[in-house]
C-alpha cells in the first residue's frame, strides 16, 4: 500500500486493482455509486462458507481507516499465497474457512472534500461553504458531499436519532437526513448487506480504542463474549454503548440478530495523522484477525 499524508480515493482505487491482479482469489465489485457517481467498491477476499463484513471510511475525516482495512487485506492475501501465517494464525485456514468482503471507503465524495477542500466546479459549492461555516478548511468534515452523516442514514430508531442530535439542515457532521437511506452510499451498504446476509460485520472508525458491541439488547447473547476476546488481542476496551441510534451496526444487528462491532480506532483528534498509522494498524491487525475467528 502506498502510503503519503493521505489515503485518497484514487489511490485506494489503484490498490484495489492491483491486489485483484496479484491475487487470483480476490475478487473486486461496484456495489453501488456515491452522490458524485465514483464507484463504492468491494473486495471479496477467501473461499470459506461463513460471510464476515468489514468496512471503512462512513465518516469522511475517519478516512485512515480505509488504509488500514487495505493494509490488512494486502498482508492477509500475501500470508495466504505464501502458505504461512499472519499474526500467528494460519492464513490458509482463516482464508478457506471465511470468505471476507471489505468495503474501504464508503464514502469517497466526503473523504475527497476533507482532504482536498471543495473545488468550485462542485455542485452545491456555495452550499458546501455555508454548511462548514463559511471555512474553506474541510478537514474535520463526517458527512457525505450532500451534508448527512451517513452512519445516521439506517433504519434502526432512526426518529430517535433525528431527535437526539437536534440538527435539522446538511452540516459537517451529525445531520442524518430528511429521512433514513436517503443517500446513494448508505442505499448500497443496506443493499449489499441484503445480498449477502452476513454472519458478522465490523465497521472501523476512528477514534478511542474501543469496541461497541450491543443494540438495544438485539445482539445475540455471545456478542459481548466476541468484543472481550477483540479486546483482549488489541487493548481496545469492549463498551456497552447506549443513545445511540441508526447506524450500520445498530440495523445490523437490529435487523439479522447477529453479531456487529463498531472499533474505534487509534486515539487522538480527527483526522488521526499518518505519522501514527504504525502504531494503529499494530493494534488493530489481531483484533482484525481475531474477527475472522468469530
Known sequence: MTMGTVYSYEQMMLDCGQ????????AQHVI??????KPIVALSCGCGSRQIHMNASFHANEWITS???MRFASELSQAFIDGSRIGGQDAGLLCRGVTLWIVPMVNPDGVELAQRGADAALPHYEELLQWNGGLTDFSGWKANIRGIDLNDQFPAYWEEEYKRRGVERPSPRDYPGQYPLSE????????????LRFDAVLALHTQGREIYW????YEPNHSEEIARRLGS?????????????AGYKDWFIHRYRKPGFTVEAGFGENPLPMSGFEQIYAELKPLLLESLRI
Do not use: Q
Request: hydrophobic share 35%; aromatic share 10%; glycine share 8%.
Open 214 to 217: 450491543n443494540y438495544r439488547d
Open 233 to 245: 488481542v488489541s487493548g481496545y476496551k469492549p463498551v456497552k454503548l447506549s443513545g445511540s441510534d
Open 19 to 26: 491486489l485483484s491482479r496479484n491475487y487470483p482469489f480476490i
Open 32 to 37: 453501488g455509486r456515491s452522490v458524485l457517481g
Open 184 to 195: 446513494p452510499e448508505a442505499i448500497a451498504m443496506a443493499e449489499f448487506t441484503e445480498r
Open 67 to 69: 488504509l488500514l482495512l
